[in-house]
């Protein structure tokens, strides 16, 4: 599969994200973790790969089989509820 300068932005984007996993990037590009290893590694500065696999290694998020939460986002208890675009109060 022959990626488009568009899919590389999006996978990099994906895959900064912490919340999106490398099984979304796989359903969607077809590119196993590695893979996007290797993209990221060859998309980018050297110093911007060090610190995203930082920040990706080990990150349970990262990883559907290790999240524990199955849908939808995680949500603090203390971020406020939006409602009709009104921010409500506690």
Not at 21 to 42: C, P, S
Not at 72 to 87: E, H, L, V, W
């Amino acid at each position: 599969m022959e990626l488009t300068t568009r899919d590389i932005d999006r996978i990099i984007e994906m895959a900064w994200e912490d919340r999106t996993t490398f099984d979304a990037i796989k359903f969607q590009f077809g590119l196993k973790e590695q893979e996007v290893i290797n993209l990221m590694r060859r998309e980018m500065k050297p110093s911007s790969f060090r610190l995203w696999r930082e920040r990706v290694q080990g990150r349970a998020t990262k990883h559907q089989k290790k999240r524990n939460f199955d849908e939808g986002r995680f949500k603090c208890s203390r971020q406020r509820t939006i409602s009709n675009n009104s921010i409500s109060k506690r």
